[in-house]
Antibody, heavy 119, light 110 residues
Framework: EVQLVESGGGLVKPGGSLRLSCAAS????????MSWVRQVPGKGLEWVGL??????????DYAAPVKGRFTISRDDSENTLYLQMNSLKTEDTAVYYC??????????WGQGTLVTVSS | QSALTQPASVSASPGQSITISCTGT?????????VSWYQQHPGKAPKLMIY???KRPSGVSNRFSGSKSDNTASLTISGLQAEDEADYYC??????????FGGGTKLTVL
């Protein structure tokens, strides 16, 4: 059974940093493209970014609102995905979901972790 | 990159069929066969319902179908059931290694 478990969310001040983790199990993590999607409570979904498998180059792409501030990385030895968030803004407040990305779609989702950026 | 356009809400009675549209441009929806659809119940993570425009993942009811014409993708749900009441989102590749969601549609089963 595929499981994605996010952690690391919490309250942070504007301008601060936070690192989210996503522990993956039930599939061959090193072969998987992975993504982060966020959702402001009560609002719609927003793609944050994606990281390819190392065999496909291991590069990451980002949505314009987070480019230059957020970094997606992966530790294939630990089956873990990360999202390093720097220079956080109030508009980054959202539930952050970790997902698998396959054939242009998000097949599996974690339960999400809430990030609140507030002074 | 602008969000794809979906109606804010749709409603229908049990047993009826509904179609949710997702309008993009020739740079995203119209240029790639990479539209997917997600169902989200309150307080839950989204669930993949359709991928690559019209393919259904294993385990998804065949009452759900996807189609596309030019720059508009559509999700059709036939034989509406109470448990279909949820928010639905479309999603598409937009070129240049970017992806975009629709604004979401709230489906009410009357």
């Amino acid at each position: 059974e595929v499981q994605l478990v996010e952690s690391g969310g919490g309250l942070v001040k504007p301008g601060g940093s936070l690192r989210l983790s996503c522990a993956a199990s039930g599939f061959t993590f090193p072969n998987a493209w992975m993504s982060w999607v966020r959702q402001v409570p009560g609002k719609g979904l927003e793609w944050v970014g994606l990281i390819k498998s190392k065999t496909d180059g291991g590069t990451a792409d980002y949505a314009a609102p987070v480019k230059g501030r957020f970094t997606i990385s992966r530790d294939d030895s630990e089956n873990t995905l990360y999202l390093q968030m720097n220079s956080l803004k109030t508009e980054d407040t959202a539930v952050y979901y970790c997902t698998t990305a396959h054939q242009g779609a998000f097949n599996y989702w974690g339960q999400g972790t809430l990030v609140t950026v507030s002074s | 990159q602008s969000a794809l356009t979906q109606p804010a809400s749709v409603s229908a009675s049990p047993g009826q069929s509904i179609t949710i549209s997702c309008t993009g441009t020739s740079s995203d929806v119209g240029n790639y066969n990479l539209v997917s659809w997600y169902q989200q119940h309150p307080g839950k993570a989204p669930k993949l319902m359709i991928y690559e425009d019209n393919k259904r993942p294993s385990g998804v009811s065949n009452r759900f179908s996807g189609s596309k014409s030019d720059n508009t993708a559509s999700l059709t749900i036939s034989g509406l059931q109470a448990e279909d009441e949820a928010d639905y989102y479309c999603y598409s590749y937009a070129g240049s290694s970017t992806w975009v969601f629709g604004g979401g549609t709230k489906l009410t089963v009357l």
